[in-house]
T-cell receptor, first 115, second 116 residues
Framework: DAMVIQNPRYQVTQFGKPVTLSCSQT?????MYWYQQKSSQAPKLLFH???????NEADTPDNFQSRRPNTSFCFLDIRSPGLGDAAMYLC??????????????FGPGTRLTVT | AQSVAQPEDQVNVAEGNPLTVKCTYS??????LFWYVQYPNRGLQFLLK??????LVKGSYGFEAEFNKSQTSFHLKKPSALVSDSALYFC??????????????FGTGTLLAVQP
């Protein structure tokens, strides 16, 4: 089945130790998103890739970076995690054409704990 | 400013009773509206969307939503609730200023609790 996969599902890292979260998709969607979600709040968009074009949200801290080496994969890098970065990180994909709206498909999320 | 409001943090309903989860929106143009459901420790699952056309939209798992332009609402409904419907529900609207990408503006979420 086509899907969005996130690895790992649970990640524990130490304060200040870089961590990378992974997302892959078999949907061949051209847009990939990364969200941060804290304790049942609404997901907060960090950034997205439209094809190869990276789009950062204005309030995303510099501590968060992303890479998309190909259509299928996208990574979220947290350079120096702080305690406040503990959250669920959600990857989503969508197939977009200008003027046409398609729903986003979400992965199961990675729960990040910072010790 | 664009926004989505979910006025109820939690909705409680008995199994077998109809349920409604409320959502209102504010956009300047025509809204593209979505409902998602999130089970504990899971990602969001798409339920349904309104883009244009019939005001009553049918979605997954027996859910439907009614678009009401005059009331700027897009309430989620189900005729008969199941205990397994208990989850966190998010309403979302497409960001009008998101350019070519259909970024979403999410509501704060409503926790649905269905009692057996």
């Amino acid at each position: 089945d086509a899907m969005v996969i996130q690895n790992p599902r649970y990640q524990v890292t130490q304060f200040g130790k870089p961590v990378t979260l992974s997302c892959s998709q078999t949907l061949n969607h051209n847009v990939m998103y990364w969200y941060q979600q804290k304790s049942s709040q609404a997901p907060k968009l960090l950034f997205h890739y439209y094809d190869k074009d990276f789009n950062n949200e204005a309030d995303t801290p510099d501590n968060f970076q992303s890479r998309r080496p190909n259509t299928s994969f996208c990574f979220l890098d947290i350079r120096s995690p702080g305690l406040g970065d503990a959250a669920m990180y959600l990857c989503a994909t969508s197939r977009e054409r200008q003027g046409v709206s398609y729903e986003q498909y979400f992965g199961p999320g990675t729960r990040l704990t910072v010790t | 400013a664009q926004s989505v409001a979910q006025p109820e943090d939690q909705v409680n309903v008995a199994e077998g009773n109809p349920l409604t989860v409320k959502c209102t929106y504010s956009v300047s143009g025509n809204p593209y509206l979505f409902w998602y459901v999130q089970y504990p420790n899971r990602g969001l699952q798409f339920l349904l969307k309104y883009i244009t056309g019939d005001n009553l939209v049918k979605g997954s798992y027996g859910f439907e939503a009614e678009f009401n332009k005059s009331q700027t609402s897009f309430h989620l409904k189900k005729p008969s609730a199941l205990v397994s419907d208990s989850a966190l529900y998010f309403c979302a609207v497409r960001d009008e200023y998101g350019g070519a990408t259909n970024k979403l503006i999410f509501g704060t979420g409503t926790l649905l609790a269905v009692q057996p």
